[in-house]
């Protein structure tokens, strides 16, 4: 009797999926994560594609900027630099004084973003938790100045700006664009995903609005503010008509209007264009790579429940 106890012991267990699932559905189940291999590889496959579209052109930019202008004129093309030449950039860095353009560009954009980022915030927090007359009307107020293109205020704020003295100036180039409805919008839908027990625990500790606002209600809306950063960022930074518009000489003059002279002035060296246009958009690139996952994160926040 022992020696059969033990030797059931050491039989091995039978799995209970074995005793459960037949061989028919094995094979199903088999069949439906083969299915979805295939699937997820050929999204994957779609997406490289699409991404490769993407890139190409600027693979192109970066490729004619390390060619000389006659490999660049050449058919067919040259789609690697076998030889590259790497003094395009020097040539476009001093010939086209991007320090200077480089430097009111980053002013610029670091006013506006701030100041994106704080009318936003206040107007958010206040559509989100206050409570005052025609707080919906305002609020559909707000999100109709989306609606509104830019070139319809053109004359509006030029005059403005001249009116108050600051034509050729940062704060003329950077005042007509620090507030932003888009940017109420995306904070109030952050803010609203908010718990209200937070804001009365918070009102019973003796929090009021405005602490509640910068130590609980920013804190959790960090992801949508990053996004709002980002878009802030990338409108600012590619401004062309404006800064054309409200200045008249180069000291204020931002890096857009700066490779449009750049282009004007090197019409037999376009490869020294395209490194203008590189060193232009790599601080765009960086900022993209440094904050996707924020940038992913502030957009579908709030978009799944549960």
């Known amino acids: 009797m022992a020696t059969e106890f033990v030797g059931s012991i050491s039989k091995p267990a039978v799995p209970i999926i074995d005793l459960v699932v037949s061989e028919e559905d094995r094979v199903a189940i088999a069949k439906r ?27 192109i930019t970066i490729v004619n900027s390390l060619l000389t202008p006659l490999q660049i004129a050449a058919r067919p093309p040259f789609f690697f630099p076998t030889k590259p030449t790497w003094g395009a950039y020097s040539d476009a860095w001093n010939a086209g004084h991007m320090s200077l353009y480089l ?8 006013l506006i973003v701030t100041g994106q980022i704080v ?8 559509f989100a938790f206050l409570e005052f007359p025609l707080k919906r009307t305002l609020f559909i107020i707000f999100l109709a100045t989306l609606m509104v ?27 007509p664009f620090m507030a932003t409805g888009f940017g109420a919008f995306l904070l109030r839908q952050a803010f609203l995903g908010v718990p209200r027990d937070l804001r009365d625990a918070a009102a ?38 404006w800064p054309l518009i409200v200045t008249k000489d180069s000291r204020y003059r931002t890096l857009q209007i ?11 060296q376009v490869n020294v264009t395209f490194a203008g246009v590189v060193i232009a958009a790599l601080p765009l690139i960086i900022l993209l ?8 994160r502030g957009l579908t926040a709030g978009a799944v429940k549960g």
């Open 119 to 126: 009318t936003a915030t206040c107007a958010a927090y206040a």
């Open 33 to 59: 994560h083969r299915r979805r291999r295939t699937s997820i590889a050929i999204r994957y496959v779609f997406l490289t594609f699409l991404a490769a579209i993407i890139l190409f052109p600027i693979y």
């Open 103 to 110: 430097m009111n560009s980053v002013i610029v954009t670091v």
């Open 149 to 175: 293109p830019f070139e319809v205020t053109v004359i509006t704020n030029l005059t403005t700006v001249v009116n108050l003295g600051w034509y050729n100036s940062y704060a003329g180039l950077a005042a």
């Open 258 to 268: 700066g490779l449009r002279q750049l282009r004007a002035t090197s019409l037999d």
């Open 204 to 241: 019973l500790d003796g929090y009021g609005h405005w602490r509640f606002m910068v130590r609980v209600a920013v804190p959790l809306a960090r992801p949508a503010m990053a996004a709002l950063a980002v878009f802030s960022f990338l409108g600012a930074w590619n401004q062309y008509l």
């Open 289 to 296: 790579v440094i904050f996707q996952k924020q940038l992913v």
